[in-house]
């Protein structure tokens, strides 16, 4: 027996210069998890916008259970059931848990506009209990992890009654655990009769949450299958049109024995103790752990982004007192943060400059003015190389894709050409095609006698492209492995060493 809850059929969407969806069809089941996939751009977020009435589109026809249905804006959408919750989170920070999920329709006390916190810290309880989450609705947003927050959504999603969910990406910030947890709530409402849309880059998440799949290429609706039907490899020649081989891992270079980077007795608080590592000329350093582990707050030490309690720092056996983010860069250091939003990029500034911004001196002539013919060939480069799919480099960076402003927040840093890059979760939000051609770039660039810190949660992208990896637990090095010893196994064994533990550590401290 199938239930449609939602047929969406001859979808058109163009914005300036993109035609975004093109004659785009789906179709949701009650109490199933569809899973909606594609290379960066193809459109799959602009699809479900237009189902959570965020978009308007300009052809085309939804019907709800049956019924042909309007939804002109993002109330329209709740009314009906449907309810999104998008790549990038929506909450309040400064808000409690229930706050956010009862905003704009809190029930009022006698006295207007006064909250009445104890009705709705009441409701979000039983809310809350409903999803079996233990999360206190008086505790600040701002004060929850990722994870937790994305609870928030969903509870705030269900307070609506939601019949339709559609998720965005919802595990690229997630630890296993977490991912773990929310696949238990997502299995709970699809129980209950919930149809969910999943989007995700993360290809082997979908044999385990999905019951079918719909992939979508350039703005196309390309096909819908049973996922137990198929196989991961049918679903990426479908997604980029032609089939990827399992790339063996590049040739690559050791490194060389010149030291470029050394950190030793970085301290901060409690979320960094005592962390010492060196770096080589043309090395691929892995960092690796669990979520919280205390990697971006390395990078962020080294890159003078936060304040730390001691940190002695030589760059090319040179000892350097970094304070700010430019001492960073002028002594040849370059973050590629893991938040692109509020730290890689300026939205509402177009590709090009974005790229440039950073190495204007590179593109001035004699007479101080920006050379834009040199800028405008180095921008078109990366744009072909990395594949950031724009109509052109004079866009907006805030009108591109999730995936591809990650691209163009990469060749911003590959322009300013530093000796020592930071790239933390690098791949986060990337498509498969693109993700081999970061991963030949970054190899590239360390033959090319540059020195690479390369932080991701993804293991098998660890093991693949470092030379050697650390290992971090609770701001500590736990341990350190070369890419000839390093296995999943390994890895995991040292992230998860906590202080307490009794046992020596089975591989030699850094210290
Ligand atoms: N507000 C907008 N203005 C202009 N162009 C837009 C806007 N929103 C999306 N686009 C364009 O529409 C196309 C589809 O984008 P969409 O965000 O739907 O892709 P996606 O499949 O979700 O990609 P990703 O996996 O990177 O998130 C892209 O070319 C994008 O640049
Ligand atoms: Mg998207």
């Given at each position: 027996?199938?239930?449609?809850?939602?047929l969406?059929?001859g979808?058109?969407?163009?914005?300036?210069?993109?035609?975004?969806?093109?004659?785009?069809q789906?179709?949701?089941?009650a109490?199933?998890?569809h899973?909606?996939?594609?290379?960066n751009?193809?459109?799959k977020?602009?699809?479900?916008?237009?189902?959570?009435?965020?978009?308007?589109?300009?052809?085309?026809r939804?019907?709800?259970?049956g019924?042909?249905?309007?939804i002109?804006?993002?109330r329209a959408?709740?009314?009906?059931?449907i309810?999104?919750?998008?790549?990038?989170?929506?909450?309040?920070?400064?808000?409690t848990v229930?706050?956010?999920?009862?905003?704009?329709r809190?029930?009022?006390?006698?006295?207007?506009?006064?909250?009445?916190?104890?009705r709705?810290?009441?409701?979000?309880?039983?809310?809350?209990?409903?999803?079996?989450?233990?999360l206190?609705?008086?505790?600040k947003?701002?004060?929850?992890?990722?994870?937790?927050?994305?609870?928030?959504?969903i509870?705030?999603?269900?307070?609506?009654?939601?019949e339709?969910?559609?998720?965005?990406?919802?595990?690229?910030a997630?630890?296993?655990?977490?991912?773990a947890e929310l696949f238990r709530?997502?299995r709970?409402?699809?129980?209950?009769?919930v149809?969910?849309?999943?989007?995700?880059?993360r290809?082997?998440e979908?044999?385990q949450?999905?019951d079918?799949?719909t992939?979508m290429?350039?703005?196309?609706?390309?096909?819908?299958?049973e996922?137990a039907?198929?196989?991961?490899d049918?679903?990426?020649k479908m997604?980029?049109?032609?089939?990827?081989?399992e790339?063996?891992?590049?040739?690559?270079?050791?490194?060389?024995?010149?030291t470029?980077?050394?950190?030793s007795?970085?301290?901060?608080g409690?979320t960094?103790?005592?962390?010492?590592?060196?770096?080589?000329r043309?090395?691929i350093?892995?960092f690796?752990?669990?979520m919280?582990?205390?990697?971006?707050e390395?990078?962020?030490?080294?890159?003078?982004?936060?304040p730390?309690?001691s940190?002695?720092m030589w760059v090319?056996?040179?000892?350097?007192q970094?304070s700010?983010?430019?001492?960073?860069?002028?002594?040849?250091?370059?973050?590629?943060s893991?938040?692109?939003?509020?730290?890689?990029?300026?939205l509402?500034?177009d590709?090009?400059d974005?790229?440039v911004?950073?190495?204007m001196?590179?593109?001035l002539?004699a007479?101080?003015?920006?050379?834009?013919s040199?800028?405008?060939?180095?921008?078109?480069?990366?744009?072909?190389s990395?594949?950031?799919?724009?109509?052109?480099?004079?866009q907006q960076?805030k009108?591109?894709?999730?995936?591809?402003q990650?691209?163009?927040?990469?060749?911003?840093?590959?322009?300013?050409?530093?000796d020592?890059?930071?790239?933390d979760?690098?791949t986060?939000?990337i498509d498969?095609?693109?993700?081999?051609e970061?991963?030949k770039?970054?190899?590239?660039?360390?033959?090319?006698?540059?020195?690479?810190i390369?932080?991701?949660?993804?293991?098998?992208?660890?093991?693949?492209?470092?030379?050697r990896?650390?290992?971090?637990c609770?701001?500590r090095?736990?341990?350190e492995l070369?890419?000839?010893?390093?296995?999943?196994?390994?890895?995991?064994?040292?992230?998860?060493?906590r202080?307490?533990?009794?046992?020596?550590?089975?591989?030699?401290v850094?210290?």
């Amino acid at each position: 027996m199938t239930d449609v809850l939602v047929l969406m059929e001859g979808i058109e969407k163009s914005f300036p210069g993109v035609h975004a969806l093109s004659q785009c069809q789906f179709e949701l089941r009650a109490g199933e998890v569809h899973a909606l996939v594609g290379e960066n751009g193809a459109g799959k977020s602009t699809l479900m916008k237009i189902l959570a009435g965020v978009y308007s589109k300009d052809a085309g026809r939804i019907f709800y259970r049956g019924r042909e249905v309007d939804i002109p804006n993002p109330r329209a959408a709740q009314l009906l059931g449907i309810s999104m919750i998008h790549q990038e989170l929506n909450l309040m920070p400064h808000l409690t848990v229930a706050q956010n999920i009862f905003i704009g329709r809190e029930p009022r006390q006698r006295i207007p506009f006064v909250l009445d916190d104890k009705r709705i810290n009441e409701q979000t309880r039983a809310l809350l209990d409903r999803l079996h989450l233990k999360l206190d609705p008086r505790t600040k947003v701002a004060d929850l992890t990722v994870a937790k927050q994305q609870m928030v959504e969903i509870a705030k999603a269900l307070s609506f009654n939601s019949e339709v969910l559609i998720m965005d990406e919802p595990t690229a910030a997630l630890t296993e655990a977490e991912i773990a947890e929310l696949f238990r709530i997502i299995r709970q409402l699809r129980e209950n009769g919930v149809g969910i849309v999943y989007i995700s880059h993360r290809l082997d998440e979908l044999k385990q949450i999905s019951d079918r799949v719909t992939v979508m290429r350039d703005g196309r609706y390309i096909d819908t299958v049973e996922t137990a039907q198929t196989t991961a490899d049918q679903i990426i020649k479908m997604m980029v049109g032609r089939t990827i081989y399992e790339v063996m891992p590049e040739l690559r270079d050791e490194p060389y024995s010149e030291t470029v980077l050394r950190v030793s007795n970085l301290n901060r608080g409690r979320t960094l103790k005592n962390v010492s590592f060196e770096l080589k000329r043309g090395e691929i350093l892995g960092f690796a752990g669990l979520m919280g582990a205390g990697r971006t707050e390395v990078a962020r030490a080294i890159f003078g982004a936060d304040p730390v309690d001691s940190m002695d720092m030589w760059v090319m056996g040179r000892k350097v007192q970094i304070s700010s983010p430019a001492d960073a860069v002028a002594h040849g250091i370059g973050y590629l943060s893991e938040d692109r939003k509020r730290y890689g990029l300026t939205l509402s500034m177009d590709v090009e400059d974005n790229v440039v911004l950073g190495s204007m001196k590179r593109f001035l002539n004699a007479l101080g003015i920006i050379k834009r013919s040199d800028t405008r060939v180095t921008v078109e480069e990366y744009v072909k190389s990395l594949a950031i799919r724009t109509p052109s480099i004079h866009q907006q960076v805030k009108n591109l894709s999730g995936g591809n402003q990650q691209k163009v927040v990469i060749a911003k840093w590959l322009t300013a050409n530093t000796d020592i890059l930071i790239f933390d979760e690098p791949t986060r939000g990337i498509d498969v095609g693109a993700k081999s051609e970061i991963y030949k770039l970054l190899n590239e660039l360390a033959r090319n006698g540059k020195s690479i810190i390369m932080i991701s949660s993804e293991l098998p992208e660890i093991l693949r492209m470092s030379h050697r990896i650390i290992v971090m637990c609770e701001g500590r090095i736990t341990g350190e492995l070369t890419a000839a010893e390093a296995t999943q196994e390994k890895i995991m064994r040292l992230a998860t060493q906590r202080e307490d533990t009794t046992t020596s550590p089975t591989e030699p401290v850094y210290a």
